[in-house]
């Protein structure tokens, strides 16, 4: 029988899961902000906008490590201590794959976007929030369901889970086109190597939001 954490916590550590989620989806918006200046010759705060990247993620650091030293040892728990700490990881790895593509626009500030790509890009970067941000209401409900164990709420969460791999879905078929049309219009090697490196990075944030949704269904079926 299911303990809720209610009985076992003063605080459930899905509080703080919740709390990181949202740095994640803090830290998004802010390289979406970075991306729409890069592709800009009129912006000059790009490097604001990545050193915000790294105030979010360094905050998000904190938290997770304050997840990972003050579980109970030696408590029942609802779920396997390891598969709330393979969530977690996943769910950082999207904001480490956040920070890694902001880095590596930095190596070329001056080069910007090229023009035949700047929508494409900004519809794949627009692709990969959208899954972080059905992330937190992932984390969010999951917060109700390990304290209630409700069915109708267990059902919720799975809905929510399948429409999250739709949307790394469609993240991935947008990378997959505007790596095609790079190579199509890119004539400059470096460039070329650049670009879809970036497409690469960026369709990676996706790729985390995607498995830490598999993680939280396997938490979901114990």
Known sequence: MRIPFSSMFITSPFDALQEHAEKVK??????????ECYASSRCDTFEEHRQEVARFENEADAIKRRIRGHLPKGVMMPV??????????????????????INWLSFRPEVGIPKYAEKDFFMLV????????????????????????????????KKIISNLRQMAHEADKREYS?????????????????????????GNIADHAENAADMMRAMLSK
């Open 26 to 35: 803090e830290c998004s918006w802010a390289f979406q902000q970075a991306m």
């Open 126 to 157: 627009d692709s990969v929030i959208e899954p972080i941000e059905e992330l937190t209401i992932m984390v969010s409900e999951a917060r109700i369901y390990f304290k209630t164990f409700s069915e109708k709420q267990r059902q919720k969460i």
């Open 178 to 202: 505007l790596v095609k049309k790079i190579f199509k219009n890119e004539q400059d090697p470096i460039t070329l190597q650049h670009l879809v490196k970036l497409a690469e990075i960026i």
């Open 80 to 101: 396997e201590k390891f598969q709330l700490f393979r969530y977690l990881r996943e769910q950082d790895n999207v904001l480490d794959s956040v920070k890694k593509a």
